[in-house]
Structures are given as C-alpha cells and as structure tokens.
Nanobody, 124 residues
Framework: QVRLVESGGGSVEPGGSLSLSCSTP????????VGWFRQAPGKEREGVAA????????RYADSVKGRFTISQSNNKYTVYLQMDNLKPEDTAIYYC?????????????????WGQGTQVTVSS
C-alpha cells in the first residue's frame, strides 16, 4: 500500500491560482502513475491530470488543459498540481491516487491507493 498525503488546498477568486502537493514517503513500483482527481458535491469523481513518473509524461482532462500543470519533484517523492485561471466549476475536493501502471490514467477505478483529499473552493 502506498501512503499519499495531499496539501495546498484553499479558497481563491476566479482567475486565481493554487498549487496542490501529493507526497509519498518513497517512490516504489506500486506508484509509477500518480493521478489527481476531484469530486464536487453531487457529482461523480473525475480525473483531471496524471503523470507517468518514470517518463515524466503527463495526461490532462480536456476541462483543465492549458490551465493545470502536473509535475513531480526531482526525487519523485512529491507530485504537484499547479492550477491557474481557476473557475468556479473547479470547486471540489481534490484527491491524489497512485497505481503501478494503467493505460487509462484518468480513470479512477484503475487506482488502489488514495490520499485523504483537500478542498479547493473558487468563488468571488
């Protein structure tokens, strides 16, 4: 099991930015893919971004392309989600998750290890 800890949520006005972090105690084969997901009240959980940590290749949902950037630290222990030009519809609890490998990194059913989530609120 991979332990994941998110941080960095908060409140921001539309057009603002937030950066989320997902920390893992170590980089293991069980966490080769890390994804960021979000769930708004009354809605299903959706994948927003993911990264293949061995190759540094990112994947994004269409709804966040050009606004969100996923990256990782040099030692691969932390995965970041930089969120720019935030919109009210980005309001949700954001979770990071890890899995060994998947061809569909934005599909939440492919992940077995999850963090506790962090709230992001975009409102004027």
């Amino acid at each position: 099991q991979v332990r994941l800890v998110e941080s960095g949520g908060g409140s921001v006005e539309p057009g603002g930015s937030l950066s989320l972090s997902c920390s893992t105690p170590e980089y293991t084969s069980g966490s080769n893919v890390v994804g960021w997901f979000r769930q708004a009240p009354g809605k299903e959980r959706e994948g927003v971004a993911a990264i293949y940590r061995e190759t540094d290749v990112p994947r994004y949902a269409d709804s966040v392309k050009g606004r969100f950037t996923i990256s990782q630290s040099n030692n691969k222990y932390t995965v970041y989600l930089q969120m720019d030009n935030l919109k009210p519809e980005d309001t949700a609890i954001y979770y990071c998750a890890a899995t060994a490998f998947t061809y569909t990194p934005l599909q939440d059913s492919k992940y077995k290890d999850w963090g506790q989530g962090t709230q992001v609120t975009v409102s004027s």
